[in-house]
């Protein structure tokens, strides 16, 4: 793949958007992310890796509030984005869900068709003016996800009836509708063939233009490829956070160097 | 034979059938199980399933078959001479049956088989018969008598045949089992026939008792129409039935006891839907655990509720409540049996049947989807009402048809809260009935099971049961119509 891109990296470090200092998480008795700080900069595509079982998900999903839907599930810490803390009693976990949108792991289609999949979003918020403008936005956003020449001739027909790429590229679409601020994606590429993950990825990039891009992923060439920063995660914590270039090429941390150069998975 | 001692010696033929043939299939390979084809209990059953299924098979057949043949063989050996003035054939052949039967295994038939009545007259065998417990529909006769001696011998003498043939059956079906239990053969895929068979047969049995039940309304409602006009029945807006004793034509409409049903199930069900619907949605996704683990199980005891309890609340508390409340004051009636009693307290009962139906439902709709729509940042109740109540449609549907089948087939509550007038009258508080509360009360009481006022039950049986046919179809057609649309 086009590997040019670590050239053309440019981190543009001016504010940060997204602060969160020694966060825990617990599941039950599980602990399963402990004491994890990061300052993740606006507009910039931050990659989280690390093996399985290691709490990216569970990191992510604490930064949009979605850890509140899992009755064991409790949060620690502070998070803040834009400086305001999302955990407040104050704040609307779902204001907060309409700025920080989500991707998730598995595709979740919703039993609607693939149109009322995408509409959902920019329905419930009231984005679209009339049908005319709607329509507009569903078709950029399933343009934007790579799916548009797919399905165009059968918006009517069931999301979850698509290929389980084509579910996750819907899912993308599907949250980029919402014009979130941040958008998190974990692992959104994991069943796209080489041609739909680039298409992705350059969707990254543009969103780059705007938005905070959070993206777990296995796959380190496309960790490289995407990101302008990385974090990497081992049981729970975070145990290596810089400029993907030099977490790349000059990794501070046995663990990590490890884990990139393949001695563990 | 005793079908008892056929049965146990079945039993042990099977047995042996299962203990030889797995012996003899492991002693082919010379003791090493690992080189049959297939596990050693499988030679075994399939040992028990030969001797045993076509034997089976043979005697549930024979005992199907031989009455009818006796019964032929009697009508041919009556002539019709024999046949005491104005009594049907129908009704002597049954009396030779159960003289027969009488003798064979009454209190009398130690000293019969002893001799002891072979020069009783007629009368005197029938009066020690009737003293035994058996009914005899006319006084017996030599020709009446002469045939069950006859039946009973032919019947004892089939009895042994069938017995052999049974049990020789058996022991073949075992020994060709037996023969073919070697190392090749593939036993383990011959049970899985059996098995095949056996669920085949035990849906069989669902689907002709259905058919079974539907045949007989059919007959009895045919017989029906053929002393009451068709056309009379479907669409005379009267139901007065008059009972032949009192004398005058009856007039038999189904039209305000349908109505009666329709609305009584209507109320019931505006009441259960919503109540039901919006209970199980706050169980499942609002309610903590605790209250929940309190909730349904409160919930589902008023299901359990026997509905003559639900009938004694609508007659002594609700009926009277709405007349004093609503009805009086609104000039609207002064019967404290009304459609909107039935419908209200129907209504309650329905109740557990939507909620926890559809709690079940919604629990079924995965957690993703929940996220994915609380992740785009929908509200809770914007994702029930856009994502979980759609997925769970087709669910809720059937849901609700369920308690509409209950509701229409409901009569203790109807007959207490609604009375047993039938009436065409759109106003709630007036006294109706329903079709169901109709039936019970043609078949109650003293009939005369050929006449159009015993008859029409079978017709207003069959109408209900068409009718739920028909919301049945109709649910799986707005299911499948759904499930095309989103899945
Ligand atoms: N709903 C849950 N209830 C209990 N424990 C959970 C739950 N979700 C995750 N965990 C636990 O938290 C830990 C981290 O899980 P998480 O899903 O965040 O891993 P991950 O890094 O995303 O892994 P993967 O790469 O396989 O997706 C795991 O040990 C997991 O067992
Ligand atoms: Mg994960």
Redesign the pocket.
């Known amino acids: 793949m086009n590997d040019m891109r670590h050239v053309e990296r440019t981190v543009r470090v001016d504010t940060t958007k997204i602060t969160a200092r020694d966060v825990q998480?617990f599941?039950?008795d599980?602990h399963?992310?402990r004491n994890v700080s990061v300052d993740i900069p606006d507009k910039t595509v931050t990659a989280f890796i690390?093996?399985?079982?290691?709490?990216?998900?569970?990191?992510?999903?604490c930064l949009n509030r979605m850890n509140d839907t899992?009755s064991?599930?409790r949060v620690e810490g502070r998070i803040e984005i834009d400086g305001e803390d999302i955990y407040d009693r104050r704040v609307d976990p779902v204001q907060l869900r309409a700025k920080v949108g989500m991707v998730f792991?598995k595709p979740n289609p919703f039993p609607k068709s693939i149109y009322d999949n995408v509409a959902y979003g920019p329905r419930i918020h009231g984005l679209a003016r009339d049908r005319a403008d709607l329509d507009g936005i569903v078709e950029k956003a399933l343009r934007r996800a790579a799916l548009w020449a797919e399905v165009k001739d059968r918006l009517s027909a069931a999301g979850t009836g698509l290929s389980g790429g084509q579910q996750q590229r819907l899912c993308i679409a599907r949250a980029v509708a919402t014009s979130p601020e941040v958008l998190l994606m974990?692992?959104p590429c994991s069943a796209l063939d080489p041609i739909a993950t680039d298409q992705v990825e350059n969707l990254i990039h543009e969103l780059r233009e705007n938005y905070s891009v959070v993206i777990?992923t296995?796959s380190m060439s496309q960790a490289s490829r995407v990101s302008q920063k990385t974090a990497y995660?081992h049981l729970?914590e975070l145990v290596e956070y810089g400029e993907t270039g030099q977490i790349f090429t000059n990794p501070q941390d046995e663990r990590t160097e490890n884990y990139i150069t393949g001695r563990i998975g | 034979m005793q079908v008892s001692f056929i049965l146990l010696s079945l039993a042990a033929i099977g047995a042996l059938a299962f203990v030889t043939a797995r012996h003899r299939a492991i002693a082919s390979v010379g003791g090493d199980a690992r080189r049959l084809h297939s596990l050693p209990i499988y030679y075994g059953l399939n040992g028990s399933i030969m001797a045993l299924v076509p034997a089976l098979a043979l005697l549930v057949a024979w005992m199907l078959v031989q009455p009818l043949f006796l019964d032929g063989a009697i009508r041919s050996d009556l002539s019709d001479s024999v046949l005491p003035e104005g009594s049907a054939m129908g009704l002597v052949v049954s009396d030779v049956r159960r003289v027969a039967e009488g003798l064979e295994s009454g209190p009398l038939a130690q000293s019969f088989i002893a001799g002891d009545f072979a020069d009783a007259t007629p009368e005197e065998v029938g009066r020690m018969l009737v003293r035994g417990g058996t009914a005899l529909g006319a006084p017996l006769t030599r020709p009446v008598l002469d045939a069950a001696m006859e039946y009973r011998t032919t019947s004892r003498t089939l009895r042994w045949i069938m017995g052999i043939a049974v049990l020789a059956v058996a022991v073949i079906g075992a020994a060709v089992a037996i023969h073919r239990s070697e190392g090749s053969y593939r036993a383990r895929n011959v049970v899985e026939t059996g098995m095949l068979g056996l669920l085949m047969v035990s849906a069989s049995i669902a689907i002709l008792t259905t058919l079974g039940i539907v045949m007989s309304m059919l007959f009895e409602t045919a017989n029906f129409f053929s002393q009451y006009p068709f056309t009379r029945f479907f669409f005379n807006t009267t139901w007065q039935p008059s009972f032949s004793g009192r004398g005058g034509a009856s007039e038999l409409g189904i039209l305000p006891l349908l109505w009666g049903t329709l609305y009584i199930s209507l109320i019931a069900l505006i009441v259960a839907v919503p109540i039901g619907l919006f209970s199980a949605i706050y169980l499942s996704e609002y309610a903590g655990r605790a209250f929940r683990s309190v909730a349904k199980p409160t919930i589902e005891i008023l299901a359990g509720i026997p509905t003559i309890v639900y009938g004694l609340f609508a007659l002594i508390t609700v009926g009277p409540l709405l007349r004093d409340a609503i009805a009086s004051p609104l000039g609207l009636g002064n019967s404290a049996s009304s459609v909107m009693t039935a419908g209200l307290v129907m209504g309650i009962m329905l109740i557990p049947f939507v909620s926890s139906l559809s709690d079940d439902i919604i629990n079924a709709v995965p957690q993703a989807m929940r996220d994915g729509s609380l992740g785009l940042g929908a509200t809770k109740s914007e994702t029930i009402r856009m994502v979980i109540v759609p997925a769970a449609l087709p669910g809720i549907v059937g849901a609700v048809l369920l308690a509409a089948s209950r509701a229409i087939g409901e009569t203790m509550i109807v007959v207490l809260g609604a009375g047993a007038a039938a009436r065409l009258d759109l106003n709630p508080f007036e006294a109706m009935t329903t079709v169901t509360v109709k039936i019970v009360s043609q078949l109650t009481g003293d009939t005369d099971f050929n006449s159009p006022e015993t008859l029409v039950a079978f017709a207003l049986g069959l109408t209900l049961f068409v009718i739920t046919l028909g919301l049945n179809v109709l649910a799986l057609f707005i299911v499948r119509k759904y499930r095309e649309q989103y899945e």
Do not use: M, N, W
């Open positions: 998480v599941y039950g599980t399963a992310i690390g093996p399985s079982g290691c709490g990216k998900s569970t990191f992510l999903r899992i064991v599930a792991q974990d692992e777990v296995h995660f729970g």
